[in-house]
């Protein structure tokens, strides 16, 4: 169904409207599963004044922390973000914000804003920094604290294939935030090893069904290892 | 003597029962996958969404797309699942994984937790951690008994910023094995050579020597 194809054969294309001080949400955990081509595509342009919704950001020269280094990102909701020695500087040269989040409640964030739920109450940061100035509640004799949804002017994914109509499946651990993202942003565009024809991918094993989707892109991937640890044996 | 980290993840993995599924933080909580008894099948949690961590590959077997928590490439053993970050966090928060064990840098006789930030140094992020805390019923904490320059971690209030409050149970550091309940910490176990006597001294909040209280072995 030509209506449905979302294949689209340049990253510019993909990422037409991104315009400076919007919020763009990235899938990946580490460098694991992170959609390198956007990032490439995002540096290319000079967007300025971004917020960037992602686990971690990179590490410096791969990954988000291509978008640090050349100053495109105001703010960071994040739930680790040790790995960038350039992160901390511009943080306290007061050039970067950073709302940590914890990373569970990060997911449910993504999950929930892609959902059409505006905002749900967790235990997880009663107590804690995490919880001051936000709403509490008791349930069942527990405190839990209520947390906003997220969502993205554009998300931008990594999948392993994608069938034309935008039907994504991931491999193994780099999954993470990746389907969440996807729901989570007006616009999806989502970057694969492999497109196939509509009808190759068992419609019950699709992670993220194709509604989300805006746009397919074949993407090259250097998929680098943050930490090589092999079993001595 | 203080017990060794390899001590330490032993007697941390006692606390293993048959079947669990098993969530280990960074550190020294990494090593106890090493000492799981023979014969005992524990299945290993990773909250970057995988359920079935094995050991690290062998070079043949390295794959990008394989990693752990702390970012170090993992291989999956034979019954794994792989899901989303939201469904990871939410077996861990909905309270299904059987043993958490993570890192401190301070306990408190409320049984409060402080593990991810020491203002004016670099803040990293508090991760998985606070979900962690929150979701999980059996937790362990491991951690050194004192810094250093002899500053007890066991405390009556702690300083830093919390990652939980009021989560924390039992606590396993170089000297003992301690319980908080009833706003103090009780010990339960030392650690072979540790007195009694040195234990309350780098203890800072208030601590009961328990009635049947006695000396870990190890082979």
């Keep these: ?233 | 003597m203080a017990l060794s980290r390899e001590q330490m993840a032993q007697r941390v993995a006692k606390e293993m029962q048959n079947g669990f599924y098993v969530n280990l933080g960074i550190g020294i909580p990494t090593l106890v996958a090493n000492y799981v008894p023979d014969g005992m099948d524990v299945m290993l949690q990773s909250e970057n969404g995988l359920l079935g961590m094995g050991a690290f590959p062998r070079e043949e077997e390295l794959d990008a797309d394989m990693i752990n928590a702390g970012k170090q490439t993992v291989t999956a053993i034979k019954g794994a699942s792989i899901f989303s970050s939201a469904e990871s966090f939410g077996m861990i928060r909905g309270g299904h994984v059987d043993l958490t064990v993570l890192g401190a840098f301070e306990v408190d006789v409320l049984g409060n937790i402080a593990s991810w930030m020491i203002p004016g140094k670099l803040i990293k992020g508090m991760g998985g951690a606070m979900d962690l805390v929150a979701g999980a019923d059996n937790i362990i904490v491991t951690m050194t008994h004192a810094s250093k320059s002899g500053q007890s971690k066991l405390l009556k209030q702690c300083s830093l910023p919390l990652t939980g409050a009021g989560c924390i149970k039992h606590v396993l550091t170089d000297l003992a094995y301690l319980e908080i309940k009833e706003e103090k910490f009780w010990l339960k176990e030392t650690a072979p050579g540790v007195t009694v006597t040195e234990i309350i001294e780098k203890t800072e909040g208030e601590l009961v020597v328990a009635d049947d209280v006695f000396e870990m072995q190890f082979m």
């Design chain 1, 1 to 233: 169904m030509k209506g449905f194809d979302k294949v689209t054969h340049n990253y510019s294309e993909a990422l037409a409207g991104l315009s400076d001080n919007m919020t763009v949400i990235a899938g990946g955990f580490g460098l694991c599963g992170i959609p390198e081509g956007c990032i490439d595509e995002i540096k290319r342009m000079g967007t300025t004044g971004l917020t960037v919704v992602s686990n971690n950001c990179g590490i410096d020269g791969f990954g988000l922390g291509k978008l640090l280094e050349e100053r495109q990102i105001k703010k960071m909701v994040s739930s680790y973000v040790g790995e960038n020695a350039l992160f901390e500087q511009q943080l306290l040269a007061g050039e970067l914000e950073v709302e940590l989040t914890p990373q569970g409640t990060l997911a449910e964030k993504m999950r929930a804003g892609g959902a059409g739920i505006p905002a749900f109450y967790t235990a997880t940061g009663y107590g804690t920094p995490v919880g001051e100035g936000k709403e509490s509640r008791e349930f069942k004799g527990r405190q839990y604290i209520l947390e906003e949804s997220i969502t993205g002017d554009f998300a931008i994914v990594k999948g392993w294939k994608a069938d034309r109509y935008g039907n994504v499946v991931y491999r193994h651990t780099a999954q993470n935030f990746n389907p969440l993202a996807a729901t989570a942003g007006k616009i999806t565009i989502v970057e694969v090893e492999e497109i196939v024809e509509p009808g190759e991918l068992e419609p019950a094993h699709i992670h993220t069904p194709s509604i989300y989707v805006n746009h397919v892109i074949l993407g090259s991937f250097e998929k680098r290892i943050e930490q090589r640890t092999v079993t001595e044996d």
